[in-house]
C-alpha cells in the first residue's frame, strides 16, 4: 500500500475515534484527546491530498469514518442494530472501494510515467 493511501486509512480511522469522542467526551482528558484526533486526522488527509486526488481522498476518508462510526457506535455505544443502516453502510463502503480501484495515483504519474 502507498504511504499516501496508509495515510488516508490511518485520518479515517482517527476520524472514527473523534467522531465518537465529539459525542461521547465528559471529561478534560477525553476532551483533549478528541481535540488531538481531530488535529492529526486532518494533518493526515492534507499530506496524503497533495498526492492524491482530493476528490477520492476525501470520498475516502469519509466512507471509512462513516462505516467505522456507525458500527462503533452498534458494537460500542449502544445504538440499535438495524439492517438497513448495515446495507446502506455496505453501499457505501462498495462506492468508496469503487472510487479507489478507478482513481490513478498521482505518484506514479510524477514525470509522465504511469
Do not use: C, R
Request: proline share 2%.
Amino acid at each position: 500500500m502507498n504511504l499516501n493511501w496508509f495515510l488516508v486509512l490511518a485520518a479515517g480511522i482517527m476520524e472514527i475515534g473523534w467522531v465518537s469522542g465529539l459525542k461521547h467526551s465528559v471529561n478534560f482528558i477525553e476532551w483533549l484527546l478528541t481535540i488531538l484526533a481531530i488535529a492529526a486526522s486532518f494533518w493526515m488527509l492534507i499530506i496524503a491530498s497533495n498526492k492524491l486526488p482530493v476528490g477520492t481522498v476525501y470520498a475516502v476518508f469519509t466512507g471509512i469514518g462513516t462505516a467505522g462510526t456507525v458500527t462503533a457506535e452498534m458494537l460500542l455505544f449502544g445504538e440499535p442494530f438495524q439492517l438497513i443502516k448495515i446495507l446502506l453502510t455496505l453501499l457505501l463502503l462498495a462506492g468508496v472501494i469503487g472510487l479507489k480501484l478507478i482513481t490513478k495515483d498521482s505518484t506514479k504519474l510524477e514525470g509522465g510515467h504511469e
